[in-house]
């Protein structure tokens, strides 16, 4: 585009509007409130950075200003005088970057070094990245689960990633900064929340067709409703459902619509151990689904079994071609699952 037709009050008006974006209150993904003390050690260091920029702007428009303005030239004033190649003034514009760069790069390098400390008793969970959602491991209480990172709060937690497709990127803004989740290769970060309370996660790397719907909740509890958490997790799905009824009908669809080729239900199936899609074991827990683009209620539910693709484009669930009483038993079936 021509950058003439471009420059027109419209454009501009319409550019601010994006300005305005950024004045949302209480946003989930915003980076400048910290809710613990990783994002607080990026916080100050960011604050520190902008100060420091903000100073130099000021000084280097002054300058500009001022010369534009002093030096004006008009007819009867005699050439100012010309200091190209002045050594004193070389060497001095020389220091004085390397002083500020230098006063950027020390804490800078430390916070980095500081963020990358494995911290002690730290509780570890494993971050697996699949295309588009995320899935949690804990090894040391024998749960997976999805879409939901439970834990406690006011406790470092240490998050081992890998993806198991393309490059993901793991990104909670308010507990700390973004890390890749690479194939075949182990990084890590860490996460630690003040207090009890909800935060969002973002897939930060383009990683295909439903990117933007790769999302994530952090759960941060108690530490006595985290216990009670772990315990009600390490359970299997409740198997004991009255024949007859809806929920049961919907454990059958489940059962022999293929489901149980893709999903895990702890208990209810004989073949266990890894699949492809998210374990539905304590789906019923979980406030949001798929990759946490959707919040969990019927609604949503019945337009995902109906047709998955339509809600999330490109997903590897397949449309099963349910009948509608199938969805319906399925939701309720799905709604047992505690
Ligand atoms: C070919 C594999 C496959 C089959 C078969 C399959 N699914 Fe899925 N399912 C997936 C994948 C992959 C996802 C995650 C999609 C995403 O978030 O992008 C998913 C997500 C879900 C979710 C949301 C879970 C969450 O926590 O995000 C539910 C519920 C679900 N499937 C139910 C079912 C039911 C019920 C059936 C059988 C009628 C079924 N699926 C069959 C692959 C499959
Ligand atoms: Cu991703």
Redesign the pocket.
């Known amino acids: 585009m021509h950058i003439k037709k471009f420059l027109k009050p419209k454009n501009f008006i319409l550019c601010s509007f994006l300005f305005i974006t950024a004045c949302i209150e209480d946003a989930p993904l915003d980076s400048l409130s910290p809710a613990g003390p990783y994002a607080r050690t990026i916080d100050e260091l960011f604050w520190l950075t902008f100060w420091i920029a903000v100073v130099i702007f000021f000084i280097v428009q002054g300058a500009l200003l001022f010369s534009v303005f002093y030096f004006k030239d008009s007819p009867d004033k005699p050439e100012p005088k010309q200091i190209h190649g002045n050594n004193f003034l070389e060497i001095l514009w020389t220091i004085i970057p390397v002083i500020i760069l230098a006063s950027i790069a020390v804490p800078t390098v430390r916070t980095i070094f500081d963020l990358a400390r494995e911290p002690e008793d730290a509780l570890k969970i494993e971050v697996i990245g699949h ?3 995320f899935e949690y491991k804990y090894p040391d209480y024998g749960i997976t689960t ?2 939901v990172l439970v834990i406690p709060e006011d406790t470092p937690i240490r998050l081992e990633m890998w993806s198991n497709d393309v490059l993901h990127n793991y990104w909670v803004p308010k507990l700390n900064g973004k890390r890749y989740l690479v194939p075949g290769q182990k990084t890590y970060l860490n996460l630690h929340a003040d207090n009890a309370e909800e935060f969002w996660a973002q897939c930060g790397e383009y990683c295909g067709l ?1 990117h933007s719907k790769m999302r994530g909740r952090v759960l941060s509890m108690s530490e006595s409703d985290f216990d009670a958490w772990v315990i009600n997790e390490q359970k299997n799905a409740d198997n004991t459902l009255s024949e007859g009824s809806l929920a049961y009908e919907g454990q059958q ?2 059962l022999n ?3 149980t ?3 895990v239900i702890g208990g209810v199936w004989d073949v266990q151990g890894e699949r ?3 374990n ?1 074991t304590h ?1 019923g827990n ?1 406030n949001v ?3 946490a683009a959707l919040k969990n209620n019927s609604e949503n ?1 019945t337009k ?2 109906a047709n ?1 693709a339509e809600l ?1 484009p490109g ?4 449309n ?1 071609e ?1 009948t509608e009483r199938e969805i319906e038993a ?1 939701i309720e079936y ?1 709604g047992t699952l505690k």
Request: net charge positive.
């Open positions: 295309q588009w959602w999805a879409n439903s669809v489940y619509a293929g489901c080729q893709c999903h492809i899609a998210p539905l789906f979980r689904f798929a990759g539910l995902w079994l998955p999330k997903t590897f669930m397949p099963l349910l399925l799905l």
